[in-house]
């Protein structure tokens, strides 16, 4: 009975659902969010075609997606912002930033690994929520470091540029299918234009942080999954045929004609908030 009463109000968090026994738990509830990035309005799976994509209208073959999440917060119904402790799970998640990893190494996504992380987990205080906040990106305090020292999963090299450059804060490559042929269309977002007084120190300021804040006013946690819409993102970018004498894909620089798309849909450049994340509604 108080679990039905918990579904019919907007964004509580479910009684029950996922409480340890640990002590912590008496005083917090563990939640899990679910994320599914899509294309053509469908999850993505390695090795599946998506056609009518970009603005050239081609087929795209999913091979890698692949980002960092940080400061998660809840909304509660009064519009206080509450912080989502993370599951420190020595593996995926690390103080206040998750890693998330769309490939399983199969077929399209040979370059990868089979190892997956498609979900947030944390823990908030009892309450009623009805939103959701976070950012694409990692901290800045963590993003100029080195890499091969760093904890997980801050310690993934596939993932990172540079001290000065920091981490991508998003990977996603794709295969474009045309007239028999195949090539490639990476999209890596990360901080550009970073300083630092050599290539082995970190930067103390970037003029493109790149850090994308996604607001989820009408979020329900007893039902909602985040959507990544990918079709979105390259939805004004032409997939085969780069700009030529540029970087391969969108490597987030801002005088990229292909990246113009990628940045504006994220809300990276005129003005407007990001039009990728969503919510998938039961």
């Keep these: 009975m108080a679990q039905r009463k918990c579904l019919n109000l907007v964004g509580c968090v479910m ?65 206080r912002a509450v912080p989502l402790r993370l599951e420190q799970d020595g593996r995926w998640q690390y103080r206040d930033t998750v890693l998330l990893d769309f490939e399983d190494g199969q077929v399209s996504c040979a370059n990868g690994s089979s190892e997956q992380h498609r979900v947030i987990t944390g823990r908030i205080q009892p309450g009623r929520y009805r939103g959701l906040r976070f950012m694409l990106g990692v901290p800045a305090r963590f993003n100029h470091q080195d890499a091969t020292l760093a ?40 901080s550009t234009g ?28 007893a039902t909602d999954r985040v959507r990544i819409d990918l079709s979105t993102l390259i939805a004004h970018t032409r997939l085969a045929s780069p700009t030529p004498n540029t970087a391969p894909g969108c490597m987030s620089a801002p005088d990229d004609p292909d990246c113009d798309g990628v940045l504006s849909a994220l809300g990276l450049t005129g003005g407007n908030s990001q039009r990728v994340f969503g919510v998938v509604k039961p």
Excluded at 38 to 65: E, H, I, K, N, W
């Design 15 to 79: 009684l029950g659902w996922g409480i340890s026994g640990t002590a912590d738990a008496a005083r917090t509830q563990l939640i899990t969010l679910q994320v599914e990035p899509q294309l053509a309005g469908q999850p993505v799976m390695c090795g599946a075609s998506y056609p009518l994509q970009g603005a050239d209208g081609v087929t795209v073959r999913f091979a890698d997606l692949r980002l960092f999440v940080s400061a998660i917060e809840l909304v509660d119904v009064e519009g």
């Design 151 to 190: 904890p997980s999963p801050l310690n993934q090299t596939a993932l990172f540029w540079s001290w000065q450059g920091g981490y991508r804060f998003m990977k996603l490559e794709l295969d474009v299918l045309q007239n028999g042929q195949v090539s490639g269309f990476p999209i890596h977002l990360g």
């Design 194 to 221: 970073c300083q630092s007084s050599s290539n082995h120190q970190p930067a103390t300021r970037c003029r493109q942080p790149n850090r994308v804040q996604v607001d989820l006013p009408d979020f329900d946690l």
